[in-house]
């Protein structure tokens, strides 16, 4: 029997996104922070990510002076990092630092990447869209790299377990691939 769900709730019957920590600002001023809220809106040339992102966050105060970002992809190895830069503002603090994430130059982009994650998107910002107190950040990927021994053309999830935000310090994991027909 199905049961009603708060609408104040709804959302979680979509979650949960692969949590992505994202970069911004350059070398000598840099910070990061979680994003869930997240989807790829174009995948051919250019390829288009959609993020959603509170206009408080200090992160994005530094995405913002350069319109510039990375999108980090971590796996269930940095689950603690991944919680602690989402619940603490970089704004007084190096988060980098306090985390134990290394920031390394990226190939294209002025923010760093983040050196222990696998995946990471080099992003210009190409549109702004305000909704309430977040912005939806159309951002345009010009360079994206991954390890080669966890990606294929897909995450390969018995290798790689990308991170699922479930609620409060709830995670879930991606695990297995699932194929569907003939191959």
Not at 12 to 31: F, I, Q, S
Request: aromatic share 8%; proline share 4%.
């Amino acid at each position: 029997m199905k049961q009603d769900v708060a609408l104040d709730q709804a959302k979680w019957l979509v979650e949960p996104g692969c949590v992505l920590l994202v970069t911004g600002g350059t070398m000598d001023k840099a910070n990061v922070m979680t994003v869930s809220w997240q989807t790829p809106i174009h995948t051919a040339n250019p390829c288009m990510v959609l993020l959603v992102m509170n206009q408080r966050r200090y992160t994005y105060e530094l995405i913002k002076q350069n319109n510039e970002l990375v999108i980090n992809v971590p796996d269930e190895s940095l689950l603690e990092q991944t919680h602690f830069v989402g619940t603490v503002s970089g704004r007084n603090a190096d988060k980098f630092k306090a985390a134990g994430l290394t920031p390394t130059p990226a190939s294209v982009v002025k923010c760093p990447l983040i050196a222990e994650c696998a995946g990471h998107l080099e992003c210009r910002i190409t549109n702004t869209f305000t909704i309430g107190t977040h912005d939806l950040v159309l951002c345009q990927v010009i360079h994206a790299s991954a390890e080669e021994e966890y990606f294929d053309g897909a995450w390969i999830a018995e290798r790689f377990h990308t991170l699922h935000y479930m609620q409060a310090t709830q995670y879930g994991v991606l695990d297995r691939r699932i194929t569907v027909g003939p191959q």
